[in-house]
């Protein structure tokens, strides 16, 4: 792992998801900048002294250089902007990669870190942990099945309420970096959760999108950068939508959500109640979906640990990732080739398309709105 | 009323809901430009055949000079192509008017009724008659009273699904003239939802809707005109939303709601529960805010009926706006000015701003999206 | 009308329901005991001098004599204590009844009521008015075509939270009267509101109760009776369930609810949601059934004004009955017989059967709990 | 741990909630009466082969003797009927316990246990694990602290639909054994599902429940045992209530749920949307309380790992009673007393009320119903 000391709750999340269904031991990692620092989480996580390093490039170099018990992937939860350079020094010394997201700040690093993926046959996983939910699987294989016929409309939010305050001024660390315009500026809230909406659309509809119509505001006065954004969205098969992105919407709690409407039918899914989805036929009541029951795909089985009424959450999700990664890099390991199936784990190419979706947005918006193209990388 | 003979299913609802409230007489009307229709219509609702008019320029014409027991106002029902004319008619005649939405087609037009309502002093009501719930009301109360501090997001819906198969083709009129082509177009889905959710933003906030950016789609394949449409919207304080308007909307019911957020708090309210309103201020838990309780504002309880937890419906609010025009028609016959409130039901400039916002929408789709300014008429 | 003078807010509940479907004319009354309030009431309601009585045996008497424009029934909406008495005259007269509910405080009374119905051929409907919703309807034709299998557990609930507070002591009529020890007594509750539980109960399953087992205690301290009520069932086909019946239950609203589970299915129907009902089949998906779909049944069909996503509440609930009595009545006046089917309007047997569930739920707490069979008259 | 072998589901439930907080780790064991498959299991778990035990009684006796590396607890997840006995040798050997629930099947055992971990000294955890829930530790401190007023009604179900077919002639060996007229007999609905609502009710309201009256029969024809009980209840502090146990509640899902009424507030709960409480005071609106609020109490803040809108369930909960446990294991070990709070994880003296209950209501049902007195142990 590199990063994830003291005060980065986004590790915390990794390891447990690491933990959760057994599959992961950690072995090695620069978990600061601080040697102390590192050192002394390191211990906490009882990992050999041997292999905390000094930072990523020492551990990258020494890790692929090992004989045996070398580790299997690292695991990436530093702060955004450093994401490109670490990914980039692993993928080089061909060790796989977990990486949260968002992949990168800028289009042309994000290319280059998936061309390298493809180049040295490594498997890269963009942890958008929305993607391992056991009902957005069931939904994604439902609209692949066809049982909302052709998709025309996608409506997608990922509008929460976290930052409703100046929470920034209260010496939060995440709330600081994530509001500094120096740091994301305005496209920061379409970084941090326009990406999450943008790869559930993409997740569960199987389409792309291709052109966007972007506006933003201030919903919180005396912020340093825009913490609102409402997108005009259209998809490659002609499909048209929108997308809400936020951080200070008062009363949202998380607020991801998305509504597909075909032509034959429909589904919702709400990340506050993650264990149901909506579908409606177009021909029937609608009906609501649970996890666990036994009508649903394999797709939402093979991730549904207990059964109907055991809501799994967002730990559970998160573990769903990492266990699919654990079966590939066992695959890659035994000389089988990894096969990325249709509903598989998000890798570099779709953190990719997530940079290419937010240029694309803040340049429609910088221009005063209008449809702006989104290159499919 | 002119209008409203056989199978006209909208003058029955207004039949219903001047009846509600027992504070209406029906006393004279034209059903149908056929003379025999209208009569047997004019019968079944008890009106004396001396009042019953070959059409509505002799409707006008003869209860304007009458002498005494003179109709107090006129109900237009008739589909949206003919109202202007008919309003006119009515206006000149020095006869109040209630007329269904919206208003007319072409913003011309609408501008020289408001105009002409101003100038003869009269009574017009535009029955969008979702500004008649008791807790749209309560919503717009909030509002006003800065319970949400300052509007800075609204997201608004009227995506139906009552049209998610080609009904045209299965002869049902209402179907048929909305989705012509020659009728109204690509613009009938504005005209007729969106329209619905543009009222209802504009009477939850109290702000105008000044700049659209629009995209429309078709949903239903085979259909004559697009049924689906997405904006942006820009409001008069600088708050951004959305407003989605679709006929086809697999799923959805009816499919009016809103979502207003403050810097202070939000509101949520949707047509499908229209006794409920979520609340939720900025330092505490969401609240659900139910029709009949204690501790709703004097605009929720002056619609009130019965109590908490006996749920009123569409009927209820439609008797609302009503019921209101009965206090404003009777306060004018007894010489007493007729004070519009803050509150007050929709009238003949709330229905030219609607057709100026479908204008103005149109505008921007053809021309290929990007902002377009709404005229405030 | 008998009763219904100023202050009576369900007699304006009773008019109200009427005038909806324009299907009634009222025309002869005693709204008061005091002549004078009688006569300003019946002026409101544009009832001719002549046909207001000084008292409701002069109206029967007066009404059963006329040649022409006699009453075709009379509406009784005095206090519960009033209705046998009153009824019994209307009836002896040959005149049709229809009766707020409870029918009345003795079990003895209500069998001669309906036996009076019986040997007179009159018409009596009891205004059990849950029995009107379009989608109490559904599922009462949905568990008679087998849906659900046979039913083996009903939970049925109305617990109001009314009077969560010592309400009696701020001089509310209805208040005072529901906790008179005198009047009601600890049956209060079960009378106001575990009639109405019973009675969904009944109407929805087809069954009867035939034992329970009750239990009663004190929420509001201070109260001059008990003001909870829960009861365990014995249903006629060997079904078991319970009723919760409380004028207390804080955050419930009116609290009408009833749940049913059969060895094939569930259905559950939320007085606070009236327009929906929750139907699992056993191998599938719980489907949300709502008022105005396609694909219910012509029970709900008929008692649904406009479709889909229009929301019918309390009014057009109790309008139903008020139509499908004036449908019973028409055909009565044109010498045909009213066909009672298993769905329609409740009548004086009802009535008779929730006075005898009362009484043996009172005779089961009182004797200190067990089960205590309920006669079936 | 003791048992937890092939196929045993809840053990593997067990061992996620151990490695959730990375509190745990497992040492020692007996994981099939087969030692083969208990080996076979103890490789998979890294377990070293010296530590897996032919009998847990081998186990108990070289666990405590071992000088250093001891286990602190044992986890015994057998079924129900073996608990007595394993838990009885290793509280004599003085090793402190985490046993399933329920306890055991026969109070005399339940009081023996309760009192050998008090002569001991020793802690013992039954694994409740409903009471880990943050938003139940909520409930129970809102009602600790008043908020709800005098606790008057108690509404509690466990009314599950896992059997809602003969899911025991499909050789399910859960189904099978749960369903045996030899195993639990017609208690067992009572002992698996009805003694989670029971501690549920207690664990919130700080009540015990001291009578009961009991009421079961049968949904799904040809099972060997009633699958269904309906109870009144009686609380120590005179509040009224019921619960409902079952097996075979189509559409139920898991069916877990807990409405609390005091006479200043009600809380409802219901575990398929665990991170809700719905919160209900005399004066204001209901509230929807959701895990990882702000203004929640510090005991629902210690049992929360994300924050607001990201849904923690089933596996959370059950890990919070682990880490609990871990707490007040560290505590012992360092030799301060294990200090029990108003709040703490269930033990042995939990598990004995529930069978008390449970052999209560027995008694009560079989004497064809009518209150029964409820040992408090």
Redesign the interface.
């Known amino acids: 792992m590199v990063g994830g000391g003291p005060g980065a ?1 986004i590790a ?2 990794h ?2 998801a690491m ?4 599959r992961y031991v950690m072995m090695a990692g620069v978990f600061s900048r601080d040697p102390e620092k590192s050192l002394t989480a390191a211990r906490k996580l009882r990992i050999p002294e041997g292999r905390v390093y000094r930072d990523y490039a020492a551990m990258a170099e020494a890790e692929s250089g090992r004989k045996d018990n070398r580790i299997d992937a690292v695991v990436i939860v530093t702060q955004t902007a450093s994401h490109y350079e670490i990914a980039r020094k692993f993928l080089k010394a061909g060790i796989n990669v977990i990486c949260d997201k968002p992949l990168c700040l800028k289009l042309v690093e994000a290319k280059e870190l998936a061309a390298l993926v493809e180049k040295n046959g490594l498997i890269f996983c963009l942890t958008h942990n929305y993607s391992g939910y056991a009902m957005v699987r069931q939904a994604a294989r439902m609209v692949r099945n066809g049982e909302l016929g ?1 998709v ?2 996608v ?1 997608a939010e990922h509008a ?3 930052a ?2 100046l929470v920034e001024r209260e010496a939060i660390p995440q709330a600081v970096w994530r509001t500094d315009p120096e740091v994301l500026g305005d496209a920061s809230v379409l970084y941090d959760l326009g990406t999450h909406a943008h790869q559930l659309s993409r997740f569960v509809t199987g389409l792309e999108v291709t052109e966007v ?1 972007a ?7 005396g912020r340093a950068i825009k913490d ?1 954004a ?1 997108l ?1 969205l ?1 998809f490659s098969n ?5 997308l ?1 992105a ?1 951080m ?9 959500r998305i509504r597909v ?6 589904l ?1 899914w709400h ?5 149901y989805l ?13 996890q ?2 036994d ?1 649903l795909s394999s797709d939402a089985k093979r991730w549904t ?12 999700a998160f573990a769903n990732l990492y266990t699919e990664v654990a079966d590939a890099l066992l695959a890659k390991a035994d000389g089988k080739a990894y096969a990325k199936t249709d509903l598989s784990f998000p890798d570099a190419t779709d953190g990719a398309r997530g940079v290419a979706f937010v240029e694309s947005a803040m340049r429609s918006y910088e221009k ?4 702006t193209k989104v290159e499919l990388v």
Chains 1, 2, 3, 4 share one sequence.
């Not at 933990?19 to 057994?22: P, T, Y």
């Not at 909506?278 to 649970?290: F, K, M, S, V």
């Not at 005063?368 to 449809?371: C, L, P, Q």
Request: glycine share 18%.
């Open positions: 709750g915390e999340t390891r447990t933990r959760l269904d057994d052709r025309k409309v409506q929460s309420g976290w409703s305050k119509a506006e933003m505001n201030q919903i919180v006065e609102n409402n005009l259209r002609g499909a048209r939508g929108t809400w936020s200070a919407a008062i009363g949202n709690e998380h607020g991801l409407y075909g032509d034959r039918g429909s919702a990340h506050e109640d993650p264990h909506r579908y409606c036929p177009i021909d029937g009541a609608p009906q609501i979906l649970a666990g029951a009508w640990r207990v059964g109907l009424g055991h809501p799994e959450g967002f730990f559970e005063g709105g209008g449809w």
